[in-house]
T-cell receptor, first 116, second 114 residues
Framework: AQKVTQAQTEISVVEKEDVTLDCVYETRDTTYYLFWYKQPPSGELVFLIRRNSFDEQNEISGRYSWNFQKSTSSFNFTITASQVVDSAVYFCALSEGSNSGYALNFGKGTSLLVTP | GAGVSQTPSNKVTEKGKYVELRCDPISGHTALYWYRQSLGQGPEFLIYFQGTGAADDSGLPNDRFFAVRPEGSVSTLKIQRTERGDSAVYLC????????????FGEGSRLTVL
């Protein structure tokens, strides 16, 4: 079963628009971690954020913000005032304590295109 | 460089051939992971090393795939009797400790099996 669902395959916005990328996860563990990674056209995955299951506080980092809601098993990512450089594929991932090494289970990704 | 290094960046081979992909993790990182990414998909877990031992190889698709990390640093992913379906980007990642989950990825090795 898919543990991480990113329902949006592709999103296209115009620069300066706000955009939210959705992520829904599934786990039976009480201890788990959620991540967002960015994969620009160059291909290298870049870590953006990690949240643990006990910390539901939302987080803001510059133009990026994350909304973690255990009640809906969601960990959504919002980019405010998007820029062309934000164009990339964004992956949400789940790491469960029951997995050896906390290996990440990735969603299929959302391709974001920001046009001038 | 200070990041995860993978070689070769591109490998084209013929069906049935043997292939080795190398990963040099960030110095001091004890955990090492191999992932495979097909076009339009998220990375798929293959195997995890903690030190020299393979702590979890549950993601390896079949016995044609094998990986080693003999000295707890560099790792090699080995694929025997390659098939066209093995074509993908093979990603290596390392982390300070498995519990952190913050993985640092290399740029990947793109394997094409003709």
């Amino acid at each position: 079963a898919q543990k991480v669902t990113q329902a949006q395959t592709e999103i296209s916005v115009v620069e300066k628009e706000d955009v939210t990328l959705d992520c829904v996860y599934e786990t039976r563990d009480t201890t788990y971690y959620l991540f967002w990674y960015k994969q620009p056209p160059s291909g290298e995955l870049v870590f953006l954020i990690r949240r643990n299951s006990f910390d539901e506080q939302n987080e803001i980092s510059g133009r990026y913000s994350w909304n973690f809601q255990k009640s809906t098993s969601s960990f959504n990512f919002t980019i405010t005032a998007s820029q062309v450089v934000d164009s990339a594929v964004y992956f949400c991932a789940l790491s469960e304590g029951s997995n050896s090494g906390y290996a990440l289970n990735f969603g299929k990704g959302t391709s974001l295109l920001v046009t001038p | 460089g200070a990041g995860v290094s993978q070689t070769p960046s591109n490998k084209v081979t013929e069906k049935g051939k043997y292939v080795e992909l190398r990963c040099d993790p960030i110095s001091g990182h004890t955990a090492l992971y191999w992932y495979r990414q097909s076009l339009g998909q998220g990375p798929e877990f293959l195997i995890y090393f903690q030190g020299t031992g393979a702590a979890d190889d549950s993601g390896l698709p079949n016995d044609r795939f094998f990986a080693v990390r003999p000295e707890g640093s560099v790792s090699t992913l080995k694929i025997q009797r390659t098939e066209r379906g093995d074509s993908a980007v093979y990603l290596c990642a390392s982390s300070l400790g498995s519990y952190t989950g913050e993985l640092f990825f290399g740029e990947g090795s793109r394997l094409t099996v003709l």
